[in-house]
């Protein structure tokens, strides 16, 4: 086996912990100061410290990186989780702007932004929980 057959993680594609911090806090940065994401920044707390941990630890794992999340938190069921929340395309559209500015600001290679925002894309459009308006 070659080095070329083994695959490689998204979490490894974009640099590790070090990328996933910074890509979590310029996406809450981006909530907490964006006009266009009020409609988002109203569903959470106002200290954002303990979801952007809980951010980071999810993505590190979803990415391919080390399972901080489901040993802690278990299984993301994250519709299940979000349920409470009314998800629509206007709350999609605000978490994606704030998840592709960061993505431009921590994501140096563009192949790799590219695929990571598919990903990202796709998980935000299945979250919706409310009809299309």
Excluded at 110 to 129: C, F, I, P, V
């Amino acid at each position: 086996m070659t080095d070329s057959d083994v695959a490689i993680s998204m979490f490894e594609r974009i640099g590790g912990s070090a990328t996933i911090d910074a890509l979590v806090d310029r996406f809450y940065d981006r909530m907490d100061t964006l006009p266009e994401a009020k409609i988002i920044r109203a569903m959470h707390a106002g200290d954002l410290g303990l979801i952007r941990d809980v951010l980071k630890r999810y993505l590190t794992e979803w990415t391919g990186g080390p399972k901080l999340y489901s040993v802690e938190r278990g299984h993301p069921r994250l519709r299940q989780r979000h349920i409470g929340f009314a998800i629509g395309d206007a709350e999609r559209d605000a978490w994606l702007l704030c998840m592709r500015g960061a993505l431009e600001e921590t994501v140096t290679d563009a192949a790799t932004r590219q695929d990571l925002d598919k990903a990202l894309s796709g998980l935000a459009d299945w979250m919706r929980n409310r009809q299309r308006s």
